[in-house]
């Protein structure tokens, strides 16, 4: 089906939710008038207390609590109840078009804890409270997951944000081996020679770098590789596979890290959510509905292109036979990390 007939077969959903956003402002607006009401009442609580005694202070602390309680029945959460019938509604009927096997659901992570030992966020954290995402089977039969993710940044020592920031993480579950784990990303300022995370167990895994330039050095001063067994990433991640993986992350021109352990891949995109409604824009202004559209079929074919490039297919990732790596891998090898040192 051409975009433009899926757009138009997309019409009598969009208008039922389209009337249900405008009914969601209205309600957003009587919120405002609830919040200027409630901060008058609340700044004139002290004043009657100094002046008038605890008796209208306290007639005026009830009436800011019936306050409260009458916002939370008349107006509810237009933005959560709008979010909600959006995906629901537009982004379910948009996915069942695009990709009838991909089902559009809530609160159904797989990956939860796989995802948070995994490295691939860093120092943040998968919120709890889960969200929406797509589940499927890609077309060479590899089961995936394709979701919101809200990523907070753990307070520590009374320091850093608890503030959410906003990504897609996408996990694809292979059919062959990725090696034991190895996670790239983009490069930043100084590189150094190891790292390590802190799983949610509270167990340290260390890391060390692995250096591309001698297959692609376009690739090594744009990206870091750190592995736990260097001997495995040389054999899986060919020229090709480092070219291709290239050509996906300038494709979708958005900050990307992935992690290959065992047989899935990871991926976060950072800084985006393609399942977010905007309240505030129509769904029948200019090429809205197309942009949406766009967007979530960027992200189906980059869930395809993944699961081709860890398909062991020709040009591809190479297969990783797990039997056949050497115990003895060199990341200790001290002449090696003279060798990174100067490629890096």
């Known amino acids: 089906m051409k975009t433009n007939q899926l757009i138009a077969s997309l019409e009598p959903t969009l208008a039922e939710v389209e009337a249900f956003r405008k009914k969601q402002l209205r ?37 800011f609590v019936a306050l409260l309680i009458a916002r939370l029945l008349v107006v509810g959460t237009p933005i959560k109840d709008y979010q909600e019938k959006y995906r629901n509604k537009v982004l379910k009927e948009l996915v069942q078009k695009l990709s009838p096997a991909t089902k559009f659901v809530s609160n159904s992570y797989k990956y939860q804890a796989s995802i948070q030992d995994s490295g691939l966020l860093g120092t943040s954290v998968f919120s709890e409270k889960g969200g929406a995402l797509l589940n499927g089977k890609t077309k060479n039969g590899y089961p995936f997951q394709l979701m919101e993710a809200s990523l907070m940044t753990p307070v520590v020592n009374g320091t850093g944000s608890s503030t959410p920031s906003k990504g897609m993480i996408c996990v694809i579950e ?111 202004g200019k090429n809205v509905v197309t942009k949406i559209h766009d967007k979530i079929a960027a992200s189906l074919a980059l869930v395809e292109d993944l699961s081709a490039l860890i398909g062991g297919e020709a040009g591809r990732m190479k297969i990783v036979t797990k039997e056949a790596i050497k115990p003895l891998d060199n990341a200790a090898d001290s002449a090696y990390d003279h060798f990174i040192g100067d490629e890096v």
């Open 27 to 63: 309600l957003k607006q009587i919120e405002y008038g609830f919040y200027a009401m409630g901060t008058i009442l609340f700044l004139l609580i002290p004043i009657c207390l100094g002046m008038f005694g605890a008796v209208l202070a306290g007639v005026l602390a009830v009436g």
């Open 174 to 284: 292979g059919a062959h081996y990725l090696g034991e784990h190895t996670i790239i990303k983009s490069k930043k300022g100084w590189t150094e020679s190891s790292m390590s995370i802190l799983t949610k167990a509270g167990r340290e895994e260390k890391f060390t770098l692995y250096s591309t330039k001698h297959k692609s050095a376009f690739f090594n001063e744009k990206y870091v590789i750190y592995t736990k067994k260097r001997n495995e990433v040389e054999t899986l991640l060919t020229k090709e596979a480092l070219q291709k993986l290239d050509a996906l992350i300038q494709a979708k021109n958005v900050p990307m890290n992935i992690v290959l352990k065992e047989n899935k891949l990871f991926l976060l995109l950072s800084g985006v959510n393609y399942f977010e409604a905007n309240m505030n824009q129509s769904l029948f």
